[in-house]
């Protein structure tokens, strides 16, 4: 039974194999510090949406362009992402023998490097804006936003009842994937790294020295650039890699921190931290002086304040408190990610229909 399992803690394909233990925590690293990051700048947008609450709107696309220059960076640095190398791993061209291998610090080859960054940063990205726009079409669906007869809504309801299957044989094939990797019948224990025609590997003694006299190497072979376009090429790659370099550092110390965020603010936690926070109940708010010259607020209560008519299935905002018409509000949540009235952040769950005891 100990020999079925060896392969396990050592590797059988490879010599330098990482075991799935490896592979699973550096994959992990990255999947923390998403939410970790997303939570921080929430609170900061929550508590100062005119200043912050840019960052919370655009927060996918900010975080995809930091990841693109940090994954760029450690691919052509160290020929493996932030956090394979974080755990000590490398990307190893699929063609390079066991003996002719390349050091870690010459980087990738051009075509696996920008291979390893789609699969790294662009399809991760793609596939966060499909989940929300899934997220987007079923509470549509659920409040029958569109007409009964439009044709779209035939089409996204084709979409919602086929995206669970293809989700489903999406997460299996990596299953099946990983499942191979550990009784040792594959040298990939993802299929997106197959695709790029890596493989993962330890860093060796000499990868390690390398390495550590890379930067020592680099600052003796720079040469002053002779015209201008030569020094405005070598000043954009000394920017973008010090914005990486920082990046990555910064990154690395704060990886630990990140980690103690989302276990705080995990689901499974979440009942600890609530008897260890727990507050009195706090009173309700003050009503509103209906009778101001506030131009967004109507002066008869039944009134809708953004289609200034009487309100048709009214819904709260549950990060304001605003009462209004279903459709009006959610259009409009969902074009600004932001209470109407105050500007607080606001996402599409946070919408409370509210039912009148006559109904």
Not at 172 to 194: D, E, M, N, T
Not at 221 to 226: E, I, L, T, Y
Request: aromatic share 12%; proline share 6%; with cysteine.
């Amino acid at each position: 039974m100990a020999e079925h399992g060896a392969h396990i803690t050592t590797a059988s394909v490879v010599d330098d194999q990482p075991s799935i233990f490896e592979v699973v925590a550096q994959e992990s690293l990255m999947t923390a510090v998403r939410p970790a990051l997303q939570h921080v700048v929430k609170v900061l947008a929550e508590s100062n949406p005119a200043h912050y609450g840019f960052f919370w709107r655009w927060f996918d696309e900010i975080f995809t362009l930091l990841d693109l220059l940090l994954q760029q960076h450690y691919l052509s640095k160290t020929s493996a992402s932030f956090s394979e190398n974080f755990y000590g791993l490398k990307r190893i061209v699929m063609e390079d023998t066991h003996k002719l291998q390349r050091l870690a610090s010459a980087g990738l080859p051009k075509q696996q490097l920008w291979k390893s960054i789609m699969f790294l940063v662009l399809l991760p990205y793609l596939k966060v804006k499909l989940e929300k726009l899934v997220s987007s079409l079923r509470e549509e669906d659920e409040y029958s936003i569109h007409p009964p007869s439009s044709r779209w809504k035939q089409f996204y309801k084709a979409f919602l009842a086929a995206y669970p299957f293809v989700n489903m044989a999406w997460e299996g094939w990596f299953f099946v994937q990983q499942l191979r990797y550990i009784l040792g019948k594959a040298q990939h224990h993802s299929p997106l790294l197959r695709l790029a025609g890596v493989r993962l590997g330890r860093l060796t003694v000499q990868d390690i020295q390398a390495l550590e006299h890379r930067p020592a190497e680099v600052s003796m072979m720079q040469q002053p650039a002779r015209s201008v376009g030569e020094k405005i090429k070598s000043a954009l790659k000394k920017a973008v890699g010090g914005a990486a370099l920082s990046l990555s550092t910064g990154l690395s110390v704060g990886v630990f921190f990140l980690q103690f965020l989302e276990w705080w603010y995990s689901s499974e936690n979440q009942e600890t931290v609530k008897s260890l926070t727990a507050l009195p109940t706090p009173p309700p708010p003050v009503h509103l002086d209906y009778n101001s010259d506030s131009p967004l607020l109507p002066k008869m209560k039944t009134v809708c304040p953004l289609c200034r008519k009487i309100r048709v299935n009214d819904t709260v905002l549950a990060t304001s408190g605003y009462v209004f018409c279903y459709r009006c509000v959610f259009n409009y949540v969902r074009s600004h990610q932001a209470c109407p009235i105050t500007g607080y952040p606001t996402e599409v769950q946070h919408l409370i229909k509210l039912y009148s005891p006559e109904n």
